[in-house]
């Protein structure tokens, strides 16, 4: 089944659920007026319904392979690239600045899905520019500015990050990679990364890393990190890709997915970097970078899923296959209980993440529109919620997505296991799902509960509004919501972190439940109760909400249970 980009639900969570006329009120978006953001939805889909997903089979056949030091990437990646490139789509909520649109980032949001649906590997590539183009904005010199933005902008070069250290992993305070000043103003960086995702190509002049490393008089920890630009080739006065820097790719990671990635292993040996931000102060530039790609990343997991999908309904509505009970049955497995049960979990799930992702997305934009710190809250409690939400949203229907194919779905020429493939690593990549519920557990409940308790009044102010025309759908709702109050109450009544730690990915899963649930609520009331998305609401809220009760219950059983058996035991 062709990918067709799913323009109309995008429109209808703008209009609707995630408020982009309010973002569009602000000086800030003023451009964002709704035919352009009509115009920049209709384009994007067809970049990725005709120039991109049909690159998605030939990325995951034809890997990306390193010959001779050299990074060639899979065939009709780089005239995939250029043509995402040449329409500016690496750089639409860059600073017009420097060449970008300007939009906010709800609508790149949109546009990002849309291509990591058509062709996941490769939109990796200008989602990681994206970030960097964010953390230079907020964190370098003007005159690292004025050299690598305006061509990191237009997607001549691309960026990379790099933390990850082999023995060092999610610990980034235990990194080992030095910098050394050079006395002109440049350093010297030193060391090894690993899993750098497109730390090379064959199809962009320059490749712009993100360097964690730490200076001689640094530090332990993370207080002792600072960050450096280090380019593959040295700018020359005039700005142009010059000598080649010292650095390599040593090596490409041989993985379960997303082969057309190239993740490279990149040496550093002793190559010419430019500092980012304050010297010590690398974490919170880098921060910047890493939390654009948390939703990023939240986004390729709900665009894997809507792949799987479509792939899964275009399988299901040609496979004829045994009698139903189904009325009016089209003599397809479409028509069994158990498919439906899997496409419309799938729909209803989809919808949930994606209203959580853009909404993080929109809170993002008013905090930049206005500054006000409620806005600032909200983005950073969303956060690790949109990211583990929408990964683990992906990896599941992904995973159902093999599963409606049958046996044909455990076979590759369908294509169904590689959407399966390609999501997995989101779960782990830009901070584990494990390392998000701690955050949300840990950080984000420092302010008492402050940020968390406004959203969950804000979900039981539009339960209680639809009470009378929807208590069908409004009571659970309100229901679910107190009884997240109360687990969140217990979290932050508890001063043993771990026990917080213990419950922590069910806390979360939780809260991405309601919140999907409030977002269906939403949807259903915009509708007045009617039509499919009333149904698929229906749906979402007497099936899959109830799992909240569950979830919270593992949530608040503490860590003495985790730690009942001994090493010993595990071994027996």
Not at 200 to 208: A, G, I, P, Q
Not at 330 to 335: L, R
Request: with cysteine; aromatic share 6%.
């Amino acid at each position: 089944m062709p990918y067709r980009a799913p323009v109309t639900d995008f429109q209808f969570l703008f209009d609707h659920v995630v408020g982009l006329k309010q973002i569009a009120s602000t000086e800030r978006f003023a451009d964002a007026t709704e035919d352009v953001v009509q115009a920049i939805l209709a384009e994007a889909a067809k970049l990725s319904e005709e120039v991109l997903a049909p690159l998605q089979r030939a990325g995951d056949l034809h890997p990306a392979r390193l010959e001779n030091g050299v990074v060639r990437t899979s065939p009709g990646f780089a005239e995939g690239y250029q043509a995402v490139a040449e329409g500016g789509w690496v750089s639409i909520a860059a600073s017009p600045e420097h060449g970008g649109m300007g939009l906010p980032m709800t609508v790149t949001s949109a546009v990002n899905e849309m291509m990591g649906s058509a062709c996941l590997s490769l939109q990796v590539s200008p989602l990681m520019t994206q970030g960097q183009i964010e953390a230079l904005e907020h964190h370098a010199s003007d005159e690292i500015k004025a050299i690598y933005l305006p061509k990191l902008v237009s997607g001549a070069w691309s960026g990379t990050m790099n933390l990850t250290e082999a023995h060092a992993g999610s610990d980034v305070g235990s990194l080992r990679s030095k910098a050394e000043p050079n006395g002109d103003g440049t350093y010297a960086i030193k060391g090894q990364k690993i899993f750098i995702s497109w730390g090379d190509n064959d199809f962009t002049e320059n490749v712009c890393h993100l360097v964690l490393a730490r200076l001689p008089d640094a530090g332990p920890g993370t207080k002792g990190i600072s960050l450096f630009l280090v380019p593959k080739f040295i700018p020359d006065a005039q700005g142009a890709p010059g000598k080649a820097n010292d650095l390599k790719v040593v090596s490409l990671e041989h993985k379960l997915g997303l082969h057309g990635s190239p993740t490279a292993v990149m040496q550093y040996d002793g190559a010419t970097g430019w500092l980012v931000g304050e010297e010590h102060d690398g974490m919170r530039a880098m921060f910047t970078m890493m939390n654009n790609a948390r939703l990023g990343v939240s986004l390729q997991g709900i665009a894997a899923a809507e792949g799987a999908m479509q792939h899964a309904i275009g399988y299901a509505t040609d496979r004829a296959q045994g009698r139903s009970l189904a009325p009016n049955p089209t003599g397809t497995i479409f028509d069994h209980a158990d498919v439906r049960r899997m496409l419309t979990t799938m729909k209803a799930e989809i919808f949930a993440a994606r209203a959580i992702s853009l909404s993080l997305a929109a809170a993002i934009d008013m905090e930049t529109a206005t500054g006000a710190d409620e806005w600032r809250a909200r983005a950073a409690f969303l956060t690790p919620i949109a990211k583990a939400f929408g990964t683990e949203t992906g990896i599941a229907m992904c995973n159902i997505g093999v599963q409606v194919h049958g046996g044909m779905g455990y076979v590759e020429e369908t294509g169904a296991a590689q959407y399966l493939r390609d999501v997995r690593v989101t779960a782990i990549y830009e901070g584990t799902n494990g390392i998000q519920a701690m955050d949300l557990t840990g950080r984000k409940l420092a302010d008492g509960g402050e940020a968390a308790y406004a959203i969950l009044d804000e979900i039981e102010e539009r339960a209680e509004a639809a009470r009378h025309s929807l208590p069908e759908l409004a009571e659970p709702v309100w229901q679910a919501t107190e009884s997240l109050r109360e687990a969140t109450e217990w979290m932050v009544a508890q001063t043993d972190m771990n026990a917080r730690f213990a419950g922590a990915l069910p806390f979360l899963r939780a809260f991405g439940r309601v919140l999907g649930g409030h977002f269906h609520l939403t949807a259903a009331m915009a509708t007045e109760g009617k039509g499919p998305r009333a149904s698929l609401a229906q749906f979402y809220i007497a099936q899959l909400l109830p799992e909240t009760h569950g979830l919270l219950a593992q949530a608040t059983a503490g860590a003495d249970t985790l730690y009942a058996l001994s090493q010993e035991d595990f071994a027996a």
